[in-house]
């Protein structure tokens, strides 16, 4: 019974962390952009998001990984043999990574309250992109364990998974260029009609 309460809460736990790191680095997102804005917009915004970022990664995200991380502790002490499973092995070095994202994360928080942050809004929407890729590998290593399949169909699953981050990351660009045509244009016409 202890198993299954600490198996739930576990997948409550990172569920809540994984939306603490996607909406955190979208946030960083806007934060950087609000750079091509006019004052005294640009002041206004980028204080917003700096209190929204502290805010997600303080109370969300990162008592997401607490709750992630000691519930599956809960899980192991009712079964101490997994310890000796490969795929857990495995899985630990892909949530090292995944630690080491969100500790980065908090450092390019600083470095955009202290407008010091030299990734651009299109580097960000592709860091974007690795937690999603983690967040696979990981939950297939936690549900096949020792059998993770390596036939067509995982690869073909694999390959949608990227063809899905691609693609967003190319939808995200020809939307951006089409928004600042279509300022450029208003920007004109605005001045043809100022003279
Ligand atoms: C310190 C980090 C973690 C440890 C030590 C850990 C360990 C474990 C253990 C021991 C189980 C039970 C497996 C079994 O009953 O055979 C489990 C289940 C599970 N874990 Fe984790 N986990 C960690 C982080 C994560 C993360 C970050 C994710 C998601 C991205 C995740 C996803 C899952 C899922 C989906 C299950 C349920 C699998 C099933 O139904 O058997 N875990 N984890």
């Known amino acids: 019974m202890a198993y299954s309460w600490f198996k739930a809460f576990h997948i409550v736990g990172f569920v809540v962390w994984f939306a603490g790191l996607f909406y955190l680095v979208r946030l960083f997102i806007y934060h950087v952009e609000a750079n091509l804005e006019p004052e005294p917009a640009r002041t206004i915004l980028k204080n917003q998001y700096q209190i929204m970022e502290k805010r997600l990664y303080d109370i969300i995200t990162t008592p997401g990984l607490f709750v992630t991380v000691a519930m599956a502790i809960g899980i192991l002490s009712t079964n101490m043999e997994l310890l000796k499973e490969p795929w857990l092995h495995y899985k630990l070095g892909f949530v ?100």
């Not at 908090?106 to 299109?122: H, P």
């Not at 967040?135 to 998974?161: E, R, S, Y």
């Not at 981050?165 to 928004?179: C, D, E, G, T, W």
Request: aromatic share 8%; hydrophobic share 50%.
């Open 96 to 195: 090292a990574v995944l630690i080491g994202y969100h500790i980065y994360c908090a450092k390019l928080m600083k470095q955009l309250a202290a407008d010091e942050c030299k990734w651009t809004g299109q580097s960000l929407r592709a860091l974007n992109e690795a937690p999603t890729l983690l967040l696979v590998v990981i939950v297939m290593l936690a549900t096949f364990k020792n059998n993770l399949p390596t036939d067509l169909t995982a690869w073909l699953i694999f390959g949608l998974v990227i063809f899905m981050a691609v693609s967003i990351q190319l939808y995200a660009k020809i939307r951006r260029r089409n928004q600042e045509k279509l300022t450029g244009q208003l920007k004109e016409e605005s001045g043809v009609k100022a003279f």
